[in-house]
């Protein structure tokens, strides 16, 4: 059952901010009216509106999110934090043990002790391009043009029962995905992209819903993930969101491990590892 667990990690959020659009996303966006009249930098702009504004999207310097990630009959306690300009840290509870996933920005490392990984691992390359989307607090649509995304509008389309106008957006390595912003809400519900698991090309669909508004935002505090072959998919429920609260650098650092038998380090002891991710809430 873990090892399933560990194959949901895999999934790779896509999360929050993703697809909250910036204030020079029209600039990469194809000229040319749907048939409906609007333009992607319309919808864009509109999205944009409705999650709050582009102040307050700007304004979050920081992000935690608390609830549980749903895998199959398991209930796991999860946080997610993020931390401008690209960190972030997600990290959930199995067998009363600690599954840790950070990325500083530059560097990134993987932790799943109920697999036998007792050290914390490197993430690939691969691994490395995922999170720093994942870590991206304005989403693909934000500058687009200097992240070298394209955003072209395909018109209006069916998303899970409701018309919601369809973007595509191709980021600089060619990877594509789209984006579904509700046709009267304006808020993202839809994402549909291709991801590499396991060594294989496998679509993946992740639906957002429970908006809620918090400090003048409007934010999802639910995710579910699903994709063929997979059939327990990923779902995520979040109890809590909290903006701009503060979150040391060091929750981005390679995490630390202590060794069982290792002496209690003394609290004047330089040596003495961080704070455990139980320990800090």
Avoid: C
């Amino acid at each position: 059952m873990r090892r399933s667990i560990g194959g949901a990690v895999a999934f790779s959020l896509v999360f929050v901010l993703a697809g909250a659009a910036g204030s020079r996303a029209a600039a990469a966006a194809r000229p040319g009216a749907s048939k409906e009249g609007l333009t992607a930098e319309e919808v864009v702009a509109k999205n944009i509106q409705a999650r709050g504004g582009i102040e307050k999207i700007r304004g979050v310097k920081t992000l935690r999110m608390t609830g549980t990630m749903l895998v199959g009959e398991d209930r796991l306690p999860t946080t997610i934090e993020w931390k401008r300009p690209s960190s972030t840290r997600w990290e959930f509870e199995a067998d009363d043990q600690t599954a840790i996933q950070v990325f500083d920005g530059k560097n990134g490392w993987t932790l799943m002790p109920f697999e036998g990984n007792t050290d914390p691992e490197p993430m690939s390359s691969a691994e490395l391009e995922d999170i720093a989307l994942q870590a991206d607090l304005d989403g693909p649509l934000v500058d687009a043009e200097a992240k070298g995304n394209k955003i072209e509008l395909l018109g209006k389309d069916d998303a899970e029962g409701r018309a919601a106008w369809k973007l595509k957006v191709t980021r600089k390595n060619g990877e594509t995905r789209f984006v579904y912003i509700d046709a009267e809400t304006f808020l993202q519900t839809l994402t549909i992209t291709n991801r590499t698991v396991d060594g294989r090309n496998i679509e993946i669909k992740s639906v957002i819903d429970d908006y809620r508004g918090v400090d003048g935002l409007q934010l999802p505090h639910s995710f579910d993930a699903t994709a063929p072959g997979m059939p327990q998919g990923q779902s995520l429920r979040f109890s809590k969101a909290e903006v701009n609260v503060p979150i040391d650098d060091s929750r981005f650092q390679k995490p630390s491990v202590k060794r069982p038998g290792s002496p209690t380090p003394r609290p004047d002891d330089d040596r003495a590892p961080r704070p455990t991710p139980a320990s800090t809430r």
